[in-house]
């Protein structure tokens, strides 16, 4: 069973910065797409990044320009590093990670991690 361990999370002031990561129990290669979803109180769970393996990265308009997802082969981890935060983007971040439908362990919908509390102080 793949596990995925997200960090980074906490608490920030209006335009502060937060680096999460999230690291799952097998290598990054396995999975053809990796992302970060967020689910603020009494809201739907909703996409931030994306990043398909040798492909480009993809973001919600909310967070262009502001956001950069990327895959770190080193650290055997995925990134979003968050910019200029607001007071909208306090939610709980989720790490997604998916596996080619052909794997023996793929699941639709992907693997999920435990969620990183994410709050920005106005």
């Known amino acids: 069973q793949v596990q995925l361990v997200e960090s980074g999370g906490g608490l920030v002031q209006t335009g502060g910065s937060l680096r999460l990561s999230c690291v799952p129990s097998v290598s990054i290669f396995r999975f053809r797409s990796m992302g970060w979803y967020r689910q603020a109180p009494g809201n739907q769970r909703e996409l931030v990044a994306s990043?398909?393996?040798?492909?480009?990265?993809n973001y919600a308009d909310y967070v262009k320009g502001r956001f950069a997802i990327s895959r770190d082969h080193t650290k055997n981890a995925v990134l979003l590093q968050m910019n200029s935060l607001k007071p909208e983007d306090t939610a709980v971040y989720y790490c997604?990670?998916?596996?080619?439908?052909?794997?023996?362990?793929?699941?639709?919908?992907?693997?999920w991690g435990q969620g990183t509390q994410v709050t920005v102080s106005s």
């Open positions: 997604n990670a998916e596996v080619p439908t052909d794997y023996s362990d793929y699941i639709p919908g992907g693997y």
């Open positions: 990043i398909r393996l040798g492909g480009s990265p």
